[in-house]
């Protein structure tokens, strides 16, 4: 269990709860233990009356006791009931607000990791254990441990009546427990390697399904339906068979428990029996409460398997929450790091960067000065480095080696989240989130009314379109924009940018699925940006910027303005000629 010492600091929240959880079990089992005592007390009055004369004043006397013990054992099962309400309420509620704070630090703590840790990681992996491996936990502290609160304290108020009034007797009834301790801790350690199994299994499951009805336009496109079906269903049958092996073992829980008091019942009548013909119990009331007692114990002990099940598969699913909040948020900066704005310049000194998760190099000794109120043009073949130098200025990772400056601050150094707050950017891959259009827009800036969302549409050249869906700016997309053709779904991404006002906007050849038509009407709206960088493979893109870079293999082979690029006769010119001509053409 030492996996789930990470709860004990939600446990320690919820204390008070937790006490008054504990206090109210074992008024309710003090009320429980009371109705085996007025059975015995009703048959020793039964017993006490067939012994006697029977006379009329003994069976009156006889009918008044009785009445009372029933009156009293009708009261105690009630109250026994009501108690029980109570630490169900008490338990229960506290495993609900664990599971709710336990969710909130997982998520938030995925939020802090970085973008190498995403590609590192099946999407369906993070969902199932922020999922299916909490509620596991969840479990754990609400029904486990209340189950166990209801069998300790079932176990210490009836065992120690039970010793009190027979010892002997209850010596003998309770010798088959050591032998169910055994029995437990064995099959505990077989279901906990079993459980992290069938978690794991289940994890690869969720991620294989995730990524095909992601890609399921494609697998249809290629008419690929059977053979995803056939990798999921390899999976699916692994998961069956390790639930089975896993499920085979706890099946021996309940025929070893049922078993274990079966003998208990036997040894209270057999050895209960002897002691009452030889005198040693003074009623035979005390017999028939033992076997209450012990059948009262029946369902406590069958729990004590499933609690011990429920524990060892909370350990495995903490063991796999604690392996990714052990995971340290690479990008991070002090708590005292300064609030920094763009007030001069972005300077690039001598960077390089290699992938942790490819060991690919795609930077190399990278060196600019981008001053406030430039534009910044980034060209460059298809794996250049191009992506990766803006994921380096919003510090999605940190470079290898050299320093990213903003102003005179190491971009290290300073308050991430304030600086990424001046940021307008726009990736390559345009996501966008299944909800209406004019949310998807508003999510730059979600005070924004619905006149400044279609300005920004406007700017963007694709409010002429949205206008013409039947509901407008409340048109509901499907997942990641699938609705939306290419182009659509880049200019809602390029509005998405125009609504937040900031410093500096990051353009990453967003404009690859628009028309030039198109392309130079939605260029002219980003002058209110004072300061750009634009990545793109249209020279078009990027003519108008004060310093083009030209990247070949992570290295700068060219740099300049247009004008100077274009007589020097390089790639860069050579690309201008020939993107010229395949225009005229």
Request: charged share 20%.
């Amino acid at each position: 269990m030492k996996e789930l010492f990470y709860l004990n600091k939600f446990l320690l929240k919820n204390k008070f709860r937790l006490l008054l959880g504990i206090v109210v079990a074992f008024c309710s089992r003090i009320f429980a233990v009371t109705v085996p005592k007025y059975v015995a007390n009703c048959i020793a009055d039964l017993e006490q009356f067939v012994q006697s004369d029977r006379s009329d004043i003994q069976l009156t006397a006889l009918k008044s006791n009785l009445f009372s013990h029933i009156l009293w054992l009708i009261a105690a099962a009630a109250l026994s009931g009501f108690f029980m309400f109570l630490v169900r309420q008490c338990f229960i509620v506290v495993s609900r607000h664990i599971e709710y704070d336990l969710k909130n630090e997982i998520y938030d703590h995925y939020q802090k990791l970085s973008t190498s840790f995403y590609k590192q990681h099946q999407i369906g992996d993070l969902m199932n254990r922020i999922s299916e491996d909490v509620t596991k936990v969840r479990l754990y502290v609400g029904p486990a441990i209340m189950y166990s609160v209801n069998t300790l304290s079932l176990f210490i108020i009836a065992i120690s009546y039970m010793v009190s009034t027979a010892p002997k007797l209850a010596l003998y009834a309770l010798a088959p427990l050591p032998f169910l301790s055994v029995i437990v801790y064995t099959l505990s350690k077989i279901i906990n390697k079993r459980t992290s199994k069938v978690q794991e299994s289940l994890s690869e499951l969720t991620a294989t399904a995730q990524e095909i009805f992601s890609g399921i336009r494609v697998i249809k496109a290629y008419s690929k339906q059977k053979f995803s079906a056939t990798i999921f269903n390899s999976h699916a049958d692994d998961l069956k068979n390790k639930n089975i092996r896993l499920t085979k073992v706890q099946a021996l829980f309940m025929p070893m428990m049922i078993l274990l008091i079966g003998c208990s019942n036997i040894v209270v009548i057999y050895i209960g029996g002897q002691q009452y013909i030889n005198g040693e119990i003074p009623n035979f009331g005390i017999l028939v409460s033992f076997i209450l007692f012990i059948n009262m114990l029946t369902w406590p002990v069958a729990t004590v398997g499933w609690v011990s099940s429920m524990v060892q598969q909370a350990d495995a699913s903490q063991k796999r929450i604690n392996t990714f909040l052990k995971t340290n948020a690479f990008i991070s900066f002090p708590e005292d790091a300064p609030k920094v704005s763009l007030n001069s310049q972005v300077r690039f000194d001598n960077v390089s960067f290699t992938y942790p998760e490819s060991g690919t190099q795609a930077l190399k000794n990278i060196s600019f000065t981008l001053k406030k109120g430039q534009t910044l043009g980034i060209i460059g073949h298809t794996g250049s480095g191009k992506t990766t130098l803006l994921e380096l200025l919003v510090r999605s990772y940190d470079p290898t080696e050299g320093q990213v400056i903003i102003d005179d601050h190491v971009l290290d150094q300073i308050d991430l989240t304030t600086f990424r707050k001046k940021i307008a950017y726009v990736p390559q891959d345009a996501f966008l989130f299944s909800d209406t259009i004019f949310n998807n827009i508003a999510f730059s800036l979600p005070t924004a009314d619905l006149e400044a969302v279609k300005k920004a549409a406007d700017a963007a050249y694709v409010a002429h379109d949205i206008e013409r869906f039947k509901d407008g700016y409340d048109t509901l997309l499907g997942e990641r924009g699938v609705t939306l053709s290419g182009g659509q779904r880049q200019r809602v991404s390029i509005a998405r940018a125009l609504l937040r006002p900031s410093e500096l906007l990051l353009l990453d050849d967003c404009l690859s699925a628009v028309d030039q038509k198109s392309e130079k009407q939605i260029q002219s709206n980003f002058k209110v940006f004072p300061t750009k960088v634009v990545v793109s493979h249209r020279v078009s893109s990027v003519r108008d910027a004060d310093l083009i870079l030209v990247l070949k293999q992570g290295e700068i082979i060219e740099q300049g303005t247009h004008q100077n690029l274009v007589e020097t006769g390089g790639y860069y010119c050579k690309l201008f000629k020939k993107q010229q001509n395949f225009k005229e053409n």
